[in-house]
């Protein structure tokens, strides 16, 4: 079994930003494809970030394109998102997940996922 555990949430203004870690502990993760996904309140969970297990294939959405990143440290067995030039609107849960799916369609889709972090709270005030 693998457990995901976020951390790094939290408050910040417009503009600001906040590092997300979601560190994996039990089996290791290394071979997974990792992703973050996001859920504001009264939305569907949305995909967010994806990386493939070797780090050199990147996945975005368009609304985080350019200002999110993400990245891996297989040697740590976690995955960082680095969230700047954050808006009012990416406040949400963001939940970390991993997948033994590859590739853009599987990494973009939740419903690949095998295992799933608690989430952590990202709120960003206007």
């Known amino acids: 079994q693998v457990q995901l555990v976020e951390s790094g949430g939290g408050l910040v203004q417009a503009g600001g930003s906040l590092r997300l870690s979601c560190a994996a502990f039990?089996?290791?993760?290394?071979?997974?494809?990792r992703g973050w996904f996001r859920q504001a309140p009264e939305k569907e969970r949305e995909f967010v970030a994806g990386?493939?297990?070797?780090?050199?294939?990147?996945y975005y959405a368009d609304s985080v394109k350019g200002r999110f990143t993400i990245s891996r440290n297989n040697a740590k067995n976690t995955v960082y998102l680095q969230l700047n030039s954050l808006k009012p609107e990416d406040t949400a849960v963001y939940y970390c997940?991993?997948?033994?799916?590859?590739?853009?369609?599987?990494?973009?889709?939740?419903?690949?996922?095998?295992?799933w972090g608690q989430g952590t709270q990202v709120t960003v005030s206007s």
């Open positions: 990386i493939s297990w070797g780090g050199g294939s990147t």
């Open positions: 997940a991993a997948t033994h799916y590859s590739g853009t369609y599987y990494t973009q889709s939740s419903s690949s996922y095998d295992y």
């Open positions: 039990g089996r290791t993760c290394n071979s997974y494809t």
